[in-house]
T-cell receptor, first 113, second 114 residues
Framework: GENVEQHPSTLSVQEGDSAVIKCTYSDSASNYFPWYKQELGKRPQLIIDIRSNVGEKKDQRIAVTLNKTAKHFSLHITETQPEDSAVYFCAASISGTASKLTFGTGTRLQVTL | NAGVTQTPKFQVLKTGQSMTLQCAQD?????MSWYRQDPGMGLRLIHY???????DQGEVPNGYNVSRSTTEDFPLRLLSAAPSQTSVYFC?????????????FGDGTRLSIL
């Protein structure tokens, strides 16, 4: 089955700096890559996703890049703010009937003042 | 429109007890699933369903049962609770069984097994 590795496990940045979280996946057939943000004690919430037919997607301060050849994708957060502090999860899946999301182990991002 | 509703929010059980975690959705989503979240291990799929009457196993199904008698409900049953099942459990849904769509999570159930 699919295996998703995520790095780093913790990341501390100063407010205003950029943060980058990287994930690699094992199954070359994977074609959907969402990112979830989970604040302490809350549910995971989708913040951005990318499909394999594009290499980059942006939404305000958040961007995701995908390198299908190398089988890795990354989350970029620019101009970080304290409210960006949370755990971020990447995931991967193969489209099709009953496709299942496989999650990375998460990155705890701390934005310091 | 409540989205995905999980009950209870917290539960403490003794080893060997059984219980059912409830998940209900009002979005008419085909796909429903259960995950457990443990520190350092991300979200791991327990069971999933692609529609009423259809269920299948995920990555970590042992010790859990599910059923899907209606589109709206997808209960998770612990048959004989063990300390290793102490975890936070999330129910998640998406509109259809195929991928490439956002999954919507419930608020979670924090379960402790003594």
């Amino acid at each position: 089955g699919e295996n998703v590795e995520q790095h780093p496990s913790t990341l501390s940045v100063q407010e205003g700096d950029s943060a980058v979280i990287k994930c690699t996946y094992s199954d070359s057939a994977s074609n959907y890559f969402p990112w979830y943000k989970q604040e302490l004690g809350k549910r995971p919430q989708l913040i951005i996703d990318i499909r394999s037919n594009v290499g980059e997607k942006k939404d305000q301060r958040i961007a995701v890049t995908l390198n299908k050849t190398a089988k890795h994708f990354s989350l970029h957060i620019t101009e970080t703010q304290p409210e960006d502090s949370a755990v971020y999860f990447c995931a991967a899946s193969i489209s099709g009937t009953a496709s299942k999301l496989t999650f990375g182990t998460g990155t705890r991002l701390q934005v310091t003042l | 429109n409540a989205g995905v509703t999980q009950t209870p929010k917290f539960q403490v059980l003794k080893t060997g007890q059984s219980m059912t975690l409830q998940c209900a959705q009002d979005m008419n989503h085909e796909y429903m699933s259960w995950y457990r979240q443990d520190p350092g291990m991300g979200l791991r799929l327990i069971h999933y369903s692609v529609g009423a009457g259809i269920t299948d196993q995920g990555e970590v199904p042992n010790g859990y049962n599910v059923s899907r008698s209606t589109t709206e409900d997808f209960p998770l049953r612990l048959l004989s609770a063990a300390p290793s099942q102490t975890s936070v459990y999330f129910c998640a849904t998406r509109r259809t069984a195929s991928s490439n769509q956002p999954q919507h999570f419930g608020d979670g159930t924090r379960l402790s097994i003594l």
